[in-house]
């Protein structure tokens, strides 16, 4: 059994937007202003954020998570930081954690963190198939014997999976 998860350009495309309109306005008003207004620095400096944030989106979007009955792997175009893994065997960490974006808490994303063995993995709920990524990996951490806090144990009912590993 071996499941591949992809960010894809629709879960990205917010990210793509953000980036794009930072760019695009810090740039306008960079052209404007005389070089040596210190507002040009500070907008540089706004403008290199943006482009880094755009590249990140690229890089997320370019690499793929790999689970199969050994651990999971991911793979990205980058060498070292996204080409990682994580065996089964090996896991000593799992944390779901949810951000809101709004008061109400209607609104927002989920964060896996996963480590072993030194290494960690972190992936967000803009990834396709997430919830099947969190299950896959759950059931690997309750077998495992990992210890969770009260916050995953909350976000893993919020995503339909129970104490014991089964799904809705």
């Not at 996963?114 to 896959?136: A, Q």
């Amino acid at each position: 059994m071996q499941k591949i998860f992809t960010y894809t350009t629709r879960g990205q495309i917010g990210s793509y937007v953000r980036a794009s309109l930072g760019m695009t306005m810090t740039s306008g008003p960079l052209l404007l202003l005389s070089p040596t207004s210190v507002i040009v620095y500070i907008l540089l400096f706004l403008f290199t954020l943006f482009c880094c944030y755009g590249i990140r989106t690229v890089i997320r979007q370019l690499t793929r998570l790999e689970i199969s009955a050994a651990g999971i792997r991911a793979i990205g175009p980058t060498v070292g930081r996204h080409n990682r893994a994580i065996a089964w065997e090996e896991l000593g960490g799992f944390k779901l954690r949810y951000y809101s974006t709004r008061r109400d808490r209607d609104a927002g994303w989920m964060h896996l963190a996963l480590k072993g063995k030194g290494v960690r993995l972190s992936i967000d709920s803009n990834i396709g198939h997430f919830d099947e990524l969190v299950r896959l990996s759950y059931g690997a951490a309750i077998s495992k014997g990992v210890v969770m806090d009260p916050a995953t144990g909350r976000n893993l009912s919020a995503l339909g999976i129970d104490r014991f590993g089964a799904g809705r």
